[in-house]
C-alpha cells in the first residue's frame, strides 16, 4: 500500500487542516498516512475536532520550522523539525512520497540534500499547476533557483514534460520557454541559449511564450529561471484574486446586482472552481529521488486532500522513475 | 499653444484610428497635431473617413517601420519612415512631444538616438500605467532595456515618482521594487543592490513588491529590469483578457444567464473601463529629452486620444523639466 508521509506542522492551518486532510485521503484513496510531528498535539487536535487516527502512523517531530527562518536552518539547529525528520522517513524508505505545507525554502533545502537529487539532475525545481484556459500548465520553476543556466532549463522541460504525460495524460506536452518575444533572438543570453538547447532536446519544444499568452493554453510546460517563474506564478495568484474580488464587490453592490448574481450562482461556483489552486494539489518539487509536493500555504483540509492524491498519482505513475530513465538514457547517448 | 507630432503610420489601425484621434485631441484639448506619413495616403483616408484635417499639420514621410524590421534600421535604411521623421521633428523643436504606436524597439532606438536621452540618464524605461485596485502604477521598465544594472533601477524610480507627482498628483509617490520576497536579501544580485541604493535615494522607497501584491495598490511606482518588467506587463494584460472573456463567456451561456447580466450592465461597464489600458494613455518613454509615449499596437481612436492627452499632460507639468532638475542636483551633490 502507498504510504504519503505529511508534515503535520506546515502552512497557517496546521494542524488541524493537515489532520483532516489526512483522514479523508486515508478513507478515500486506499493508501497509508504518516503523519509527522508533535505527537501530544496532533492528538489533542484530533481530540478537539472528534477525529479519529485510524489509518494514520504517526512520527513524533519535537519542533517546526518557521517560514521566517533560515532554509538551511533544517540541515542543522532545526534537524528535529516535522519537515525535517518526514524528508528522513523519506530517504530511509519509510514511505514513498512526502507532503509539506511549510517553508518552500527550507523544503528545497532538505529535500536536496535529506532525500536528495535524481542522479544526473542538476537542480530541484518548483513545479506548480496553473489553471488555464484550457486544463493546466505546469511551470518549472516556480521559485526554487534564483539563477539559472541554460542546461537547467532543458532538465526543467524533461522533467516537466513527464509529469504532464504520466499524471495528466498529455500524450506529447508542448514546452514553451517564457520570453519577451516570439522570435529565437529575444530575451537574455539565458533564453536565446535555452532556445537552442530546447530545439534540439527530446521534448515538444514549441517555441516562446510571451506573457500575455500564458493563460491561454498555448503549452502545457511552460520553463523559466526561478526568479521570473516566481515572479508570474505569483501574479498570475494575484491576479486571480484580485478578479474574483472585483467580481464579488461587482455582485453584492446593491439588491439589483445580487439579483442579477442569483441567476450566475453555477457559472460563478464553476469559474471559482477552475482558478482554485487546491483542486489540482500543490506545486511537486520535481528533480528529487522520491515525489515531494509542496502544499499551499493557506492549504485547507480539501487542499492537502488533494496535495496527497497528487502524490499518490506521482508514485502510482512513476514519475521519478521516467525522469531518472530519461537522464539515464541521455548519459548513454553523450557517451557514446 | 502645445504642438503634438503623431505618427500616423503607427499600429494596427493606423492611419484611420490615429487621425480620428488627432481630429478628437485638436477639437478637445486646444492643442495643435503634426500628423507624419504619408501625405496623400493620410489626405484620401480623411476624405474616405469624411474627415476634416483643420487644425492639424501633416509633414511628408515616405515609408513606414514595421515591426518585425530590426529597430535599428530606424537610423539606417528606414530614415525615411514616419516614425524617424516625427523623431528628427521633436530633436528640431518643430513640436513638443510625439506619440506612436509602431514599433516599440525603433521607438527606444529612435528616441534614444534621435531625439536624444536626458542628460545624465543612462537609460530610457519604457513606463506603462497598470490599473491597479486603487488608481495605476507606473511599472518601469516595461521593456526597453532586457539587463538592467542597479543604478538604473534607481533613475527609473526617480522618473517614475515624478510622473506619478506632476502627472497623477499623488504627493509622495510610493516606489516599489519587484521581487520574490518581503526581505531585502530576497531576490538576484541585481534586487539585492538596487534595494541597498533605493533605501538610500530620495524617493519613497517602501521596500520589495511580490508578484501577488501587484494588482493591489501597494505601490505607485513598480521598478524592475525590462525582461522581468516585460513579462509582468504582459501578463498583467493578458489576464485581463482571459478574466473578460471568460466573464463574458460566463454571462452569455444561456437565457438565465444573460438575464442576469442585464442586472449587471452597469457594472461590468465600470469594470471593463477599469482594466482598459487605452483610457488612461499609451506607455511613456521616460528619460528621453522631450515626451514621448508609447500607444498601444491595437489603440483605437480613443486610444490615440487618450495617448495625446496624456503627451499634453506630460508637457503641461514638465515632466521631463522636473527630471532634468533632479539629475542636476544629484550631479552637484556628488561634486560637493
Given at each position: 500500500m502507498v504510504n504519503i508521509i505529511v508534515d503535520a506542522f506546515g502552512g497557517d492551518n496546521a494542524p488541524d487542516a493537515v489532520i483532516e486532510g489526512s483522514i479523508m485521503a486515508v478513507q478515500n484513496l486506499g493508501i497509508k498516512v504518516t503523519l509527522v510531528g508533535n505527537e501530544k498535539l496532533i492528538h489533542e487536535a484530533a481530540e478537539k475536532n472528534n477525529l479519529s487516527l485510524t489509518g494514520i502512523d504517526i512520527v513524533h517531530a519535537e519542533t517546526v520550522i518557521d517560514i521566517?527562518?533560515?532554509?538551511?536552518?533544517i540541515l542543522k539547529e532545526?534537524?528535529?523539525c516535522s519537515m525535517s525528520v518526514g524528508l528522513g522517513l523519506l530517504r530511509d524508505n519509510k514511505g514513498d512520497a512526502f507532503v509539506s505545507a511549510g517553508s518552500t525554502g527550507a523544503l528545497v533545502v532538505g529535500s536536496t540534500f535529506i532525500a536528495k537529487r535524481l542522479k544526473g539532475i542538476k537542480r530541484a525545481a518548483l513545479a506548480p499547476l496553473l489553471p488555464a484556459r484550457e486544463g493546466y500548465m505546469m511551470l518549472l520553476?516556480?521559485?526554487?533557483?534564483?539563477d539559472c543556466r541554460p542546461e537547467m532549463l532543458v532538465q526543467f522541460a524533461v522533467m516537466g514534460s513527464a509529469y504532464m504525460k504520466k499524471v495528466m495524460n498529455i500524450s506529447s506536452p508542448r514546452v514553451g520557454l517564457l520570453n519577451?518575444?516570439?522570435?529565437?533572438?529575444?530575451?537574455?543570453e539565458l533564453e536565446i541559449e535555452a532556445y537552442k538547447l530546447l530545439s534540439e532536446a527530446p521534448v515538444n519544444f514549441v517555441g516562446n511564450i510571451e506573457g500575455r499568452e500564458l493563460?491561454?493554453?498555448?503549452?502545457d510546460v511552460l520553463v523559466a529561471d526561478g526568479y521570473t517563474g516566481n515572479i508570474a506564478l505569483k501574479l498570475y495568484e494575484g491576479m486571480g484574486l484580485y478578479f474574483a474580488g472585483t467580481l464579488k464587490s461587482m455582485l453584492t453592490k446593491n439588491i439589483k446586482t445580487k439579483l442579477g448574481a442569483s441567476f450566475l450562482t453555477g457559472e460563478i461556483k464553476d469559474f471559482k472552481k477552475k482558478m482554485d489552486y487546491s483542486e489540482v494539489g500543490g506545486a511537486v518539487l520535481m528533480g528529487i529521488s522520491k515525489t515531494v509536493i509542496k502544499a499551499h500555504g493557506s492549504s485547507d483540509a480539501k487542499a492537502f486532500y488533494n496535495a496527497i492524491r497528487q502524490a499518490k498519482e506521482c508514485v502510482d505513475k512513476g514519475v521519478t522513475d521516467t525522469i531518472s530513465a530519461y537522464i539515464e538514457s541521455r548519459k548513454e547517448g553523450e557517451e557514446n
Open positions: 521566517h527562518e533560515e532554509p538551511t536552518s532545526r534537524k528535529d520553476d516556480g521559485g526554487a533557483n534564483t519577451i518575444g516570439a522570435e529565437e533572438t529575444k530575451g537574455r493563460p491561454f493554453s498555448k503549452c
